[in-house]
């Protein structure tokens, strides 16, 4: 197993170890999970209580979110539904997965091939279309709607590792703010629609979007970026299908919300750098949060 680390950006050239996790029996593991706030009944309204304003820059998620599924429809996937008035300017700051890179500016670190460990909590299964040693391991820094540096992890092919670290060098660079950025985990590809996920991700092991084909993700050739600010959309047969299926205030693209990727933006210029194609270019559909080195 072989690690390549990049810090940049340290204030007067000190290394600063800030919060280094201490007892982790092996590389990759994932810490303890924080337990969630208690959440209100599913059936309950999917818009709380109007609020007199909108989120302050780095607040935490309201205590429902996740916790009401959504029926599906005709399209084969959750009703797509008004954006409720609490995510309608998203800003929200989730616990890091992984412990912090060292330093105080960008930092990185790719482990090829990626640690059994972080196999074993990923969607990787020897069916899916790539080996375990065609996949890295990244973690980057990366700024929260907090306006704080975290640090997140995704795997990716190896033959796109190093390309994918300078984008989101780039994104820090421009203070490009990110929700999350972890693993997707097995249950996740089974959970039902609740239709606000927004994290940050390159490899799952799924088909493409309607289809029975892999997806990029299957091959690590894909990345996504903040999904709800940046939805996906496409019109069928059955009807209209968003995801997340909450995020239809942000089909809006022209809206003032932080998050947002748009054409000329740090993000879109930062995987044209390294020759990847946008989902928001698509004729036939807009997938505004995903990236690709194939196009599709």
Known sequence: MRSRRGVAGLVLGTVVLAGCATG????????????????????SSPDPAPETEPPTP????????????LPETATGFGEVRRTPRALRTRRF??????????????????????????????????????TADELAWIRVAFWGFDDARHTGELLVATSVADDVVRVFRDLYRARFPLEEMRVVTPPELDAPPI??????????????????????????????VNPFQNPYVRETDAGRVVLPELASAYLDRDRDAPGIMRPGGPVVTAFERIGWVWGGTYRTLKDYHHFSSTGL
Do not use: I, K, M
Request: a neutral charge; charged letters at 15%; aromatic letters at 6%.
């Open 24 to 43: 982790t029996p092996e590389p990759g593991a994932a810490p303890p999970s924080t337990p969630s706030s208690a959440a209100p009944d599913a059936a």
């Open 58 to 69: 780095g607040t935490a998620p309201p205590a429902w979110l996740g916790a009401r599924v």
């Open 93 to 130: 700051t989730l616990p890091d997965t992984v412990g912090p890179l060292p330093g105080r500016g960008f930092a990185s670190d790719v482990v090829a091939p990626a640690p059994r460990s972080v196999l074993r909590r990923s969607t990787w299964q020897p069916e899916c279309p790539v």
């Open 195 to 224: 239709g606000d996920g927004n994290n940050t991700t390159g490899f799952v092991c799924r088909p493409s979007v309607g289809g029975a084909r892999f997806s990029e993700h299957a091959y690590g050739r894909a990345v996504d």
